[in-house]
C-alpha cells in the first residue's frame, strides 16, 4: 500500500489557476488508481478526478470537467492535478487517494491510502 503527500495548494483569485501534485511512496506506484476528492467546510467529500495506472483512462466530477485535467508520471511517482480557471465554488481542501486496482474508480470507499489533504482557497 502506497502513502500519500499532497502539496501544491494555495490562495488563488477567482479564474487563476494551481496545480497540485501527489508523491507516492512504499509501494508499487503504478499498481494503483489515483485520485483526487475535496471536502468543503460543511460538506461530505466530493470526487474530483481519478487516473487509471497508465495514465491512459481518466474521470472527473461534473463540477470540474472541462477545467481541471489529471495526469501522472510514473516515472516520479507523482500524480498532478492542473486546475484552471477556479471559482469560489472551488474552495475547500484537497485530498490524494489510492487504490490498489487496474480498474478506474471514483467512489470515496474504494480509496484504501489518503494524504493529509491540502488548502485551496479562491478568493472572488
Known amino acids: 500500500q502506497v502513502l500519500v503527500a499532497e502539496s501544491g495548494g494555495g490562495l488563488v483569485q477567482a479564474g487563476g489557476s494551481l496545480r497540485l501534485s501527489c508523491v507516492a511512496s512504499?509501494?508499487?506506484?503504478?499498481?494503483?488508481?489515483m485520485a483526487w476528492f475535496r471536502q468543503a467546510p460543511g460538506k461530505e467529500r466530493e470526487f474530483v478526478a481519478s487516473v487509471s495506472w497508465s495514465g491512459h483512462s481518466t474521470d472527473y466530477g461534473h463540477s470540474v470537467k472541462g477545467r481541471f485535467t489529471i495526469t501522472r508520471d510514473n516515472a516520479k511517482n507523482t500524480v498532478y492535478l492542473q486546475m484552471n480557471n477556479l471559482s469560489p465554488e472551488d474552495t475547500a481542501v484537497y485530498y490524494c487517494?489510492?487504490?490498489?486496482?487496474?480498474?478506474?474508480?471514483?467512489?470515496?470507499?474504494?480509496?484504501?491510502?489518503w494524504g493529509q489533504g491540502t488548502q485551496v482557497t479562491v478568493s472572488s
Open positions: 487517494a489510492a487504490a490498489l486496482t487496474t480498474l478506474l474508480l471514483r467512489t470515496t470507499s474504494d480509496f484504501d491510502s
Open positions: 512504499g509501494g508499487t506506484f503504478t499498481n494503483n488508481c
